[in-house]
């Protein structure tokens, strides 16, 4: 690096949405206190996206803006990119082409680093240029840089959390206002929560790529969010959190890591992603709107938790622009090379057997759909008694669904996933039960 550019660090903008807006508006309104900290200023210098018209509501003086993001990595003037584009495969063949270029990459793209993750991190190992992604999970949360080195020093036990700020904030709102799930999701993309495609967020997919992320930095295990169990938040109804808050819990949408360490079988993974009851007095019951919360265990540190929000204009440019402050220190440093970015180094990310869902044991919500006619409640405890599922209450709202049919709701004990399958492959089939089975699992802590 030369003098010259060592006098400000210049940046690139691909991808000119609520984020990429609020970025620039973080770049010019502390544009100060992140010199005082860096010792030269960083510019953004360049913007390109499809859109030039649309009007971002933010000062661009002295930026370029068109829609030429390959002529931006180019540019010499851009010694940093930026990729907030999202989507698969425009952001992966702008992030290949800026790590060609030599140049370090800030995205945000959690779904994009989820499915190709192996491949930009080589890309960049083999470069020996930086990719960073503070903010591809928990918004403005810095869960990833508290991994890879606040809690290095650990072997990590456990991450589990609430990822997705669009969902919580529904999971929120349909609790305190009975409203339909159409209405409340329509208010969170108005708030710029959602992703475009706002599938990703209620069937809990961005929440599993943001744990495969996780997953992979806290145990040095390499998997893809398809591996990952998931299931989202669509069919819940206003009647399961109030049922939920007489039995003692809220219902949120979990992401689950753990890691298993048996004597003498090794490492094996747990991850799963789905609407969870956790206890009213707990601290993620508490957590509401577009907030993230993630509790992690390391065996040195015990548990540690990081609450902050999980999506959002100026939250999320907090964290790419912290990713920008850690580079531009770099390369002020001559750039030694990237750390890490998924906390171990690459020949250290293995394949480590999964935890299979069926072998895992809790205690569920239930609510099975029935006629409301004499014996059902009787086919169903039998069904479950059958395959040793106990049941710990037993609740049925007669009136509470449409004509002749009822919700039944049922709280189990401790009892195997399998065995609950088994047992509700039986029920669900019925002639009596006019729709699958609402399943909520339990997360009581510990
Ligand atoms: N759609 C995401 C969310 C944005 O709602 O959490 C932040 O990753």
Redesign the pocket.
């Known amino acids: 690096m030369t003098e010259e550019k060592r006098r400000s660090i210049g940046v690139g903008l691909i991808g000119f949405g609520t984020i990429g807006a609020g970025v620039v508006k973080v770049l010019t309104s502390n544009a100060t206190v992140i010199e005082q900290r860096l010792g030269f200023p960083l510019r953004m210098v360049a913007i390109a996206d499809l859109d030039t018209e649309t009007d971002r509501h933010v000062d661009l003086s002295g930026i370029r803006f068109d829609s030429d993001a390959e002529g931006l990595i180019a540019s010499p003037d851009v010694d940093i990119v930026i990729e907030l584009v999202g989507g698969y495969d425009v952001a992966r063949r702008f992030i290949l082409s800026a790590i060609a270029a030599g140049k370090p990459v800030v995205t945000a793209n ?1 779904a994009l680093l989820a499915l190709h993750g192996k491949e930009i991190f080589s890309a960049a190992g083999e470069a020996g240029v930086d990719v960073a992604f503070e903010a591809a999970v928990g ?1 403005g949360i810095p869960i990833l840089r508290s991994l890879r080195e606040g809690l290095s020093a650990n072997h990590i036990e456990s991450v589990l959390g609430i990822l ?3 969902t919580n904030y529904v999971l929120t709102e349909m609790e305190r206002t009975q409203e339909d799930f159409e209405v409340v999701l329509k208010r969170a993309q108005e708030l710029g ?3 475009a495609d706002p599938t990703f ?1 209620v069937d809990g997919i ?1 929440a599993a790529h943001k744990l495969a992320l996780l997953t992979s930095m806290a145990f040095g295990a390499e998997l893809s969010f398809e591996q990952i169990p998931t299931e989202g938040i669509r069919r819940l109804m206003p009647i399961d959190f109030e049922l939920a808050r007489e039995f003692g819990y809220r219902i949120k949408l979990l992401g689950v890591a753990k890691c298993h360490r048996e004597e003498g079988a090794g490492e094996r993974i747990e991850t799963r992603v789905h609407p969870t009851m956790v206890p009213l007095g707990s601290m993620l019951a508490n957590v509401d709107a ?1 907030m993230n919360a993630i509790e992690v265990r390391g065996d040195a540190v015990g548990p540690t938790l990081y609450y902050g929000a ?2 959002g204009e100026m939250p ?1 440019a907090s964290a790419v622009v912290a990713d920008l402050i850690e580079i531009a220190r770099e390369l002020q440093r001559g750039g030694a090379g990237p750390v890490a970015p998924l906390s171990y180094l690459a020949h250290h990310l293995v394949v480590k057997p999964l935890v299979a869902q069926d072998e895992l044991n809790g205690r569920f919500y239930l609510r099975i759909t029935a006629a409301d006619e004499p014996g059902v409640l009787a086919k169903v405890t039998g069904a479950l008694g059958a395959e040793g599922v106990g049941i710990a209450s037993v609740v049925q709202k007669s009136g509470a669904g449409e004509a002749a049919r009822i919700p039944i709701i049922i709280l189990t004990h401790r009892a195997n996933e399998a065995s609950l399958s088994a047992a509700l492959a039986q029920v669900d089939q019925l002639s009596d039960v006019a729709e699958p089975t609402l399943v909520v699992r339990i997360e009581e802590g510990d």
């Open positions: 959690k918004g997705n700020g669009t929560y959602a992703e967020d961005d577009a999980g999506a999320t």
